[in-house]
């Protein structure tokens, strides 16, 4: 397959604004005109080729060899392709994407996905605070696609979610899915504190006992089926899911009662009722 | 010094329609011929544009506490529209709640220099003129809120009414204030014990009195004081269907005194649920047309985001209920309060597209151009930076039915396409500066005469009027180019316009009780001292 | 042309062209995915008297569903898209829904959909709630055992109904027998259904009347009680007439049943092998029994 692959020539530390690093772009451009991509390094403009050596032409498929903690906004607003980043990425990795998809075999900052709306995010390492929330004073997170996480996330993941599926592997910080509207969230590790605060609508579902808000409603132990095919769809996606999961029995709590109270946070209660 | 040659000049105020004239200009004032040194002086060439005096906005919500709650709740509203800085200019951000700066900059590039800060709530003064201190560029005034002020309320009741002017003179002093401005009269009170008015002899809830009686109250003390500016009224059951009624009557409370109406456009509507509001603005422009004591602006929609606020309390939590977006809402201690939401105006929503045509017929309606003035309310029914699109709808008839014929079918039921008037520049000059002015009482504003602030604007003849108002070739405040070619080229400060009445003493002693009783803040730190405002005019009183 | 020794008429089976759809249902175990696809197929056997023609198309294993539960693929047909959504609304809400541990999903891809799901979502009073995932929704509406969950809209798309053959004994133990061992032979082959009860009819009908009230009546040419009294299409030898009807979502799938179903009936005792048609005017398919079997189709 065609690719683009940037090779990242020097580790800085200084913030590079790089929304230009985005399939629909390079797919009609040279390789001298994505090095000629302009690209904010702290205040100052630069081109793309500053950073990377440039390998290959006119597909949207980008490779990037390197460590780029300090690189912001790649694939910001994607709509098509595929970004492979081999190390580690900075904030806002496919804010708004709508199609496409994204992998990262390090880990992530803050606002993965945020506000995206379609298209796949995959990530090896960790990712930071706020994975696929809204921007501040925005009425809606993520609306759609889906964010898998094989490490830990920060705090306030799905923050105002709207529609999708985001994944944490291992542990998440405080507040996942606050003020979520639909959508699901599933944490396989454990929780931080007060899941699911001000959630209207949409499911958390958590395999390791939260401490959950008084404003949260303990309604019974149930087998769901639709819980099945998404622990199947995520087996499918290589994830760890143990048989126990998918047979056994999960507490439903509603909530947050402050608001709809349509919500609902799913605690794994071991394969036996 | 300098000469604007060749121009063509739009000056209604002296009759002058589009004819070629100079003008001269000298220390920031127009000047005759006779008063400059003809051989020193530098030649500004307008031949091929039109030449009209700076805009005048009567009612603007540029700064103060309720803009910056605004601001505050709407990140998402300055995410959209970053501003960069330039070699004069500061950065910021807009859109519909920008900061100071910007609002200041895309005002002037407008080609407008003066502008009311429409509502003001005595204790948040001190605010609103620290955010004007950064509004560079225009000049700026302060309508200050007395419509549910304690003091005024209880005096009404107690029927002491020299006590009131004392009051209202005094308050407009401590506040820097520039007129009196009353919203929903009784209303944003009951809202503190969450009702609201429905009409004008509903009782205020502690006090006894009714909104009727605060009207003609506040338009007596308005006209004794001699302000250069009438009551300036948002009248009671802003935005309800039927609302008409109230507008109506509240015309008629006002007898043969002064008063003026602001964003009539919503004020004026008919039937009796949101389902099926109507366009009364025939009845009300008719009205209007008859009484030559009143003028109004008129608050047109502009679809697109907006941010709703006013002091209008319960109204703005009636608009939270119907939009679900987010509200804010503040209660000012004994003096008023404000809700804010963001809102969205849809051109396929009927009650949107009804409203839209409703200013339109108001502007069309309305015979004496001035007496109606162009406002959006900013930011409530659309962003000041829309007016060269109202421009547009007003001067051609053809893009205003094509815009008919894109909107929502309902709007269609309004007299609109039935309308054939179209707006000549002349009249677009006394809609958007000389109207306004006059309105105001600024007599050396609106007009390109000697003697005059020497605020101009020099717009390209366009056939497209929209573009025409948006890109000002120059614009002149106080002799000072601002402006040129669509990018601001200096930094300057405007003035604060004041008014300065008398009050008796005495009254100072009964205000400081109230202020040990129940302010939060000592009397000694509520005025605004004028040493604080950087440039200030004192505006003579009538 | 024989097969078997047993004779294979020179006619064709005429079928109709109808709207079909096929679902999945899953529960707890085999027991239970087969008593709610058996509920649902039940009286629904003639699209004329039932409003449509359902059958189990087979046992689907955990591995093959989206919950990894035991499954039952049901067929359904229909003469339009509107009386078949319809249908299933009604037969899904009645007998799936009702039916313990039940889930139910489309389980035919189709360019056209009819909303099923997304009708039924109502019943949960206001407290259903929609998941989507991977570009399918579904609703899961709450019930007194638990939770029911069907996707939102169904594949539907051109079918075949009505494809047969008629197997013409010398007694009945042994054309029972023989058309016992087609139904099981079709059973086998995916994309059909055979409606009638155990797949067989006994009572074929012919599309006239000698009443004025009655559109179709019993197939007399083929009764062989009254043999003699009407105009029979019988031999002395034929004592008894089978029928076994096939309806399909693929005119080839339909075709590959008769072949595999009239193979299996050819057994000692049987005389003839034949179809029901209407000469060829009504029906837009035509299986030609001696194409079909030489491996050819009409
Ligand atoms: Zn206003």
Redesign the interface.
């Known amino acids: 397959m065609d690719k683009v692959i940037l090779r990242l020539k020097e580790r800085s530390n200084i913030p590079v604004e790089a929304e230009a690093i985005c399939p629909d772009l390079f797919l009609t451009k040279s390789q001298q005109e994505i090095e000629e991509l302009a690209l904010y390094y702290g205040n100052k403009g630069r081109r793309l080729g500053d950073f990377f050596q440039v390998q290959g032409e006119r597909s949207d498929n980008i490779v990037i060899e390197g460590e780029i903690p300090n690189f912001k906004k790649i694939g910001q607003g994607m709509s098509r392709g595929n970004i492979h980043i081999q190390g580690d990425v900075g904030m806002h990795l496919g804010a708004l994407m709508k199609g496409g998809r994204i992998l990262v075999e390090g880990n992530v900052s803050d606002w993965l996905g945020a506000e995206m709306e379609g298209g796949s995010i995959r990530v090896k390492g960790n990712a930071g605070h706020l994975v696929g929330a809204a921007?501040?004073?925005?009425?809606r997170g993520m609306r759609?696609g889906e964010i898998i996480v094989e490490g830990d996330g920060g705090s306030e993941v799905g923050e105002l979610m709207r529609?999708?599926?985001i994944v944490i592997g291992g542990r998440a910080g405080d507040f996942v899915g606050a003020f979520l509207i639909?959508g699901?969230i599933v944490v396989l590790g454990p929780v931080g504190l007060r899941p699911g605060a001000g959630m209207k609508?949409g499911?958390i579902v958590a395999f390791q006992e939260p401490d959950l808000l008084p404003t949260f409603h303990y309604n019974c132990l149930?087998?769901?089926?639709?819980l099945?095919?998404?622990l199947?769809?995520l087996r499918e996606e290589d994830l760890n899911i143990p048989q126990e999961y998918?047979g056994g029995f999960y507490k439903r709590y509603n909530g947050d009662t402050l608001e709809l109270g349509?919500g609902?946070i799913l605690v794994w209660a071991g394969q036996v009722a | 010094m300098f000469r604007i040659s060749g121009g063509e000049v739009y000056d209604p105020l002296h009759g002058i329609n589009g004819e070629k004239r100079d003008i001269y200009v000298r220390d920031g004032k127009i000047v005759a011929p006779e008063d400059v040194d003809q051989k020193h002086l530098e030649v500004i060439d307008a031949s091929g544009l039109v030449v009209m005096a700076g805009g005048v906005d009567i009612h603007s919500h540029i700064a103060g506490s309720k803009v910056n709650i605004g601001r505050k709740?709407?990140?998402?509203?300055?995410?959209r529209d970053p501003v960069p800085r330039s070699q004069v200019t500061r950065s910021g951000v807009g859109y519909t709640v920008g900061t100071t700066f910007v609002n200041a900059y895309r005002y002037a590039r407008l080609g407008y220099t003066t502008i009311m800060e429409a509502a003001v709530p005595p204790l948040k003064a001190r605010h609103t003129h620290e955010e004007l201190m950064d509004t560079p560029l225009i000049d700026k005034g302060c309508l200050i809120l007395m419509g549910n002020n304690n003091f005024i309320l209880r005096h009404i009741g107690s029927g002491d009414y020299d006590k009131i002017r004392n009051f209202v003179s005094w308050l407009l002093h401590a506040c820097k204030g520039y007129g009196i401005k009353a919203v929903n009269p009784g209303g944003i009170e009951n809202w503190k014990w969450g009702k609201n008015v429905a009409g004008l002899d509903d009782l205020v809830m502690g006090y006894g009195v009714t909104p009727r009686q605060i009207i003609t109250t506040l338009i007596r003390v308005n006209e004794e004081l001699g302000l250069p500016h009438p009551l300036h009224l948002h009248c009671n059951n802003l935005g309800l269907p039927g609302n008409y009624q109230t507008t109506l009557e509240t015309m008629k409370v006002a007898g043969q005194s002064r008063l003026h109406l602001t964003h009539l456009q919503f004020h004026s509507y008919g039937g009796e649920s949101m389902r099926n509001l109507s366009s009364q603005a025939p009845v009300l422009a008719e009205y209007i047309n008859e009484h030559e004591n009143l003028s109004i602006d008129v608050g047109q929609i502009i679809f697109g985001e907006v941010t709703t606020m006013t002091a209008d309390g319960p109204w703005q939590y009636t608009l939270y209920q119907l939009s679900h977006?987010?509200w804010a809402n503040s209660d000012v201690e004994y003096e008023t309060g404000a809700g804010i939401v963001p809102f969205l105006f849809k051109r396929d929503n009927p009650i949107h597209a009804t409203q839209w045509a409703i200013g339109l017929e108001l502007f069309l309606l309305i015979q004496d151009p001035w007496r109606v003035i162009l406002t959006t309310d900013h930011p409530n029914a659309g962003p000041f930076f829309f007016y060269p699109q109202i421009i547009k709808l007003l001067m051609d008839k053809k893009y205003r039915d094509e815009m008919l014929a894109s909107v929502h079918e309902r709007a269609s039921c309004t007299l609109l396409s039935q309308i054939d008037r179209e707006y000549s520049l002349y009249e677009i000059a006394i809609i958007t500066r000389a109207g306004p002015a006059r309105r105001l009482g600024l007599r050396h504003k609106g007009h390109l005469g000697v003697g005059a602030d020497a605020d101009i604007a020099i717009y390209p003849k366009e056939v497209d009027a929209e573009w025409m108002f948006s890109n000002p070739r120059y614009v002149f405040k106080d002799g000072l180019l601002v402006v040129k070619d669509g990018q601001i080229v200096t930094d300057y400060m405007g003035r604060s316009l004041l008014v300065e009445t008398a009050w008796e003493e005495s009254i100072a002693e009964e205000i400081g009780k109230e202020f040990d009783r129940f302010y939060s803040i000592s009397l000694e730190n509520y005025p605004v001292e004028l040493d604080y405002l950087p440039r200030y005019e004192v505006i003579p009183c009538r | 042309m024989q097969v078997n020794g047993v004779e294979i008429e020179d006619t064709f089976a005429e079928a109709f062209r109808m709207v079909g759809s096929r679902i999945l249902i899953?529960a707890c175990s085999r027991q239970w995915a087969l008593q709610a696809a058996t509920t649902m197929t039940g009286f629904a056997t003639s699209v004329i008297g039932c409003g449509c023609e359902a059958g189990l198309e087979r046992e689907v294993e955990p591995e093959e569903t989206?919950?990894?539960?035991p499954g039952t693929s049901v067929l359904l047909f229909a003469m339009s898209k509107k009386s078949l959504a319809d249908q299933l609304i009604k037969r899904i809400g009645q007998c799936v829904m009702t039916s313990p541990t039940s889930?139910c999903y489309n389980f035919l891809e189709s360019s056209e959909t009819v909303l099923v799901g997304g009708k039924l979502r109502y019943f949960g009073d206001g407290?259903q709630?929609?998941?989507?995932?991977?570009g399918r929704r579904?609703w899961?509406i709450p019930v007194m055992e638990?939770?029911f969950?069907i996707e939102e809209s169904f594949g539907v798309q051109e079918a075949v109904g009505g494809g047969n053959f008629l197997i013409l004994g010398q007694d009945l133990e042994s054309t029972l027998r023989a058309t016992e061992r087609a139904v099981a032979e079709i059973g086998k082959v995916r994309g059909v259904i055979t409606p009638f009860p155990g797949g067989i009819v006994r009572s074929g009908s012919k599309v006239s009347s000698k009443y004025k009230f009655l559109r179709a009546s019993s197939n007399t040419p083929y009764c062989p009680t009254i043999r003699s009294l009407v105009d029979s299409q019988l031999s002395e030898a034929v004592n008894c007439v089978l029928e076994i009807v096939i309806d399909g979502l693929e005119k080839t799938e339909v075709g590959e049943a008769m072949r595999v179903g009239i193979r299996a009936a050819c057994l000692p005792g049987i005389v003839r092998i034949s179809a029901g048609n209407y000469g060829g005017a009504l029906g837009q398919y035509h299986f030609y029994l001696r194409d079909i079997l030489g491996g050819t189709l009409g």
């Open positions: 921007y501040r004073g925005s009425s759609g529609r999708g599926l639909a699901t609508r499911t149930c087998q769901l089926s639709f099945r095919i998404y199947h769809h998918l349509k609902e | 709740i709407r990140p998402e509203d300055h995410r977006n987010k | 899953t989206p919950d990894g539960r889930a407290y709630i929609s998941k989507l995932l991977g579904f899961r638990g939770e969950l």
